[in-house]
């Protein structure tokens, strides 16, 4: 990717369906405006989970998610950059709210990229100077609804490189983590994006255990909401021969309430 025809013809390959792709998943999954309120991507992100090559969207079991996934992040332009990922759960349930939080799974910076060196392997990077908070397993309780975990990748400013120290300091908790509110308090761009959803399974409990997240005893139920209309009165022909006389052509209706629907 050295040479400018190289990447041309590379960003044309990928502006066909790969692009379309990623764009209608971004749409269907509701990723705009729930996460970020306008985003196109303009990099190509690819996603890997133990040389497993993941399509965007797809739902993965448990167990292939406790191992740090590779990227592929292919730019169009020349010259090396360097990038921040976030991978980001946009949809943990919070009972007491009765709504959705958001929690961080991945965090680093400074990661270098160029057109030659896209491989990116997130269990890899530097713990010093790059690893803001460690890789967490992708996992969703019981009858909570699929989970969208979206991989962000933005771009830092030219020349600038971030505090990882401060960044710990920041999202170390995980929880509340908002990506608009991480982007516009460093000046980030975001160029890439790839995403995976996860849902209770039966590996799931043994990896939040050992992953050491509690709750995997806990199971969501929903409430059933009674209508507040009134119940509707008969009408029509049914309602006007409920009466003993019309007994014989009872056996011809069938929504008469109360009264059972044969002879005597």
Not at 49 to 61: E, M, N, Q, S, Y
Not at 226 to 253: C, I, M, V
Request: hydrophobic share 35%; net charge positive.
């Amino acid at each position: 990717m050295d040479k400018p025809i190289y990447r041309y013809y590379a960003e044309r390959k990928w502006r066909g369906l790969p692009y379309r792709m990623i764009t209608q998943r971004i749409q269907q999954l509701s990723i705009v405006p729930d996460v970020l309120p306008k985003f196109d991507p303009i990099v190509d992100v690819e996603l890997y989970f133990r040389r497993i090559k993941v399509t965007p969207g797809a739902i993965l079991d448990s167990r292939i998610t406790e191992v740090p996934p590779r990227l592929r992040v292919q730019v169009f332009n020349p010259g090396e950059r360097l990038v921040s990922v976030v991978v980001m759960d946009s949809d943990v349930p919070n009972a007491e709210t009765d709504s959705f939080d958001r929690r961080c799974h991945y965090l680093a910076a400074n990661v270098p990229i160029s057109p030659n060196q896209p491989s990116l392997p997130l269990g890899k990077v530097n713990k010093e100077t790059q690893l803001a908070v460690p890789w967490l397993p992708a996992f969703s309780q019981k009858g909570a609804p699929y989970h969208r975990l979206s991989v962000f990748v933005l771009e830092q400013k030219p020349g600038e490189t971030m505090d990882i120290a401060k960044l710990r300091e920041l999202y170390s908790s995980r929880d509340g983590f908002s990506l608009k509110s991480y982007r516009d308090k460093f000046g980030l761009t975001p160029v890439g994006f790839n995403i995976f959803r996860t849902i209770w399974d039966e590996s799931t409990a043994g990896v939040m255990e050992r992953a050491g997240v509690p709750g995997a005893d806990i199971e969501f139920k929903f409430k059933r909401v009674y209508s507040l209309k009134e119940d509707k009165k008969p009408r029509g022909w049914e309602a006007k021969r409920q009466k003993p006389k019309y007994r014989g052509l009872w056996k011809y209706s069938k929504r008469i309430h109360g009264i059972s629907h044969g002879r005597h």
